[in-house]
């Protein structure tokens, strides 16, 4: 018994040193007597690991329930913090360079179950047809029910060619269906472009890499090129886009926009108060410009969308978009392992907070696809377990519609919100003429 409350009193007293309630020192007193109000829920904790420590059927390693604790503690927090084991959080930076093994889906937690949020174009989940809002119930024998995201992810990833079953239930479905698919190296191309008609471009981004704004003036140049040195107008495709990186959220935000804020973000410390603003050099001639997004548009897609929105560079075409508007930030820890920790709110330069809410389109087009099943419900961030709301928001958002995918080739006459973008693009062009014809 002695030991044991020797074992409790030495993990409590590491605690308070590492969360920094106590401390060495003149200024020590005042951090005492907080420590000493957060004594109890603390012991508490120290307490049960004693106890697993000492009475579970078998010895489990200290480093297990550590890990284990750290987990319980970032799912209690909101849907996008998470603990990164090293392997796991190896694959991750790998994710960011747009290269690792596996299926090509982008997956959350939704009311417990593991969800699709999209799938990634051009992957063997996309053309498995596989849809955002299907639900993973078994990956090969093992059940995801309270599986973590992580975990989840370290089963579907794999060498190439190696085949892998996935259990999957869909609205719509009788019963679960399973899909089995081969492994590739999943490449993503980040930016995409072609010409639609003369002078009209298309360019999508599929998700927010290292390289996306360096890759995207690269396109934008090759759109130039095929269309005798001048874009008549633009198509941007975010739809189904679950976001990345913020610093290329902003580059491709400033390709478009010559002046003024793009976002700032707003947390508790101080590092995570920041503001981005946009820059002359090398802005895109101002083109009219329309922008696709839908449910499946989520966090930087939905920085850029604002931002143009905001400035009134861009039209917004589509349907409300999935509505993630925190920050995460990546922290390495000392064993190699990593934290992904929700540190801020990002706001439009007008200073609207998305989260939970998402960017309403200016132009409300549903997706009337030729071969757009209707089977599964699109969902946002609102419906995730644990999202934090708006300050002043108010719940009983209509519900989410499902949405189709976007062709990987941009078919226009099979995209039904494609070929009002482009009647838009026409539009805007033509009406631009009109106002060159009645200043002259």
């Known amino acids: 018994m002695y030991k044991s409350k020797g074992f409790r009193t030495l993990v409590l007293l590491l ?23 957060e004594y109890q829920e603390l012991q508490l904790f120290t307490d049960v690991l004693a106890i697993v420590r000492r009475s579970y059927v078998e010895e489990v390693p200290m480093k297990d329930l550590v890990y284990g604790a750290i987990n319980g503690m970032l799912a ?31 997956i959350t937690i939704r009311d417990g179950a593991l969800t699709i949020v999209s799938p990634i174009e051009d992957t063997p989940a996309f053309r498995a047809g596989l849809q955002a809002g299907d639900q993973i119930l078994k990956i090969e024998d ?13 089963l579907m990833r794999g060498p190439k060619g190696a085949k892998i079953t996935i259990t999957v239930f869909r609205d719509g479905f009788e019963k679960p269906k399973e899909f089995t698919l081969e492994r590739e190296i999943i490449k993503i191309k980040s930016v995409k ?38 874009l008549k107008g633009l198509i941007l495709d975010l739809r189904n886009n679950p976001g990345g990186l913020l610093d290329q959220a902003v580059s491709v935000s400033d390709a478009f926009l010559r002046e003024g804020l793009i976002v700032y973000t707003d947390g508790r410390e101080e590092g995570s108060k920041m503001e981005f ?39 917004i075409l589509g349907t409300q978009s999935f509505g993630k508007g925190s920050v995460q930030t990546i922290l390495p820890l000392s064993d190699h392992s990593g934290l ?27 997706q009337l696809e030729l071969n757009a099943s209707k089977e599964g419900r699109g969902f946002r961030e609102k419906d995730l377990k644990n999202h934090f709301e708006t300050p002043g928001s108010k719940q009983g958002d209509s519900e989410s519609e499902p949405e189709a995918l976007p062709l990987s080739d941009g078919d226009i006459q099979r995209d039904y919100q494609l070929m009002r973008a482009l009647d838009l ?6 009406f631009e003429g009109f106002k060159g014809q009645k200043a002259a």
């Open 15 to 37: 605690l308070l040193l590492t969360l920094g309630w106590i401390s060495f020192g003149s200024e020590s007193r005042p951090r005492l007597a907080e420590a000493a109000e």
């Open 76 to 106: 209690a927090l909101d849907p996008h913090s998470s603990f990164m084991p090293p392997d796991v959080y190896k694959e991750m930076k790998i994710d960011t360079r747009g290269e690792f093994g596996g299926l090509g889906i982008e």
């Open 142 to 154: 093992k059940l995801t029910k309270d599986m973590s995201i992580m975990d989840a992810v370290k």
């Open 193 to 230: 472009g072609k010409t639609l008609q003369e002078g009209y471009g298309y360019l999508r981004i599929t998700q927010f890499q290292e390289r996306t704004g360096d890759d995207l003036l690269r396109v934008l140049e090759t759109l130039r090129d095929a269309n005798q040195g001048q």
């Open 277 to 315: 603003t946009a820059h002359d050099q090398g802005t895109e001639p101002s083109y009219p410009l329309v922008v696709l997004v839908n449910g499946g548009s989520a966090s930087a897609s939905e920085i850029v969308a604002g931002a143009l929105q905001d400035h009134g560079r861009a039209v």
């Open 340 to 366: 992904r920790l929700t540190t801020a709110r990002y706001f439009t330069p007008r200073g609207t907070s998305i989260q939970a809410k998402g960017i309403t389109p200016d132009i409300v087009v549903e």
């Open 425 to 430: 693009l026409k539009g805007l062009q033509l």
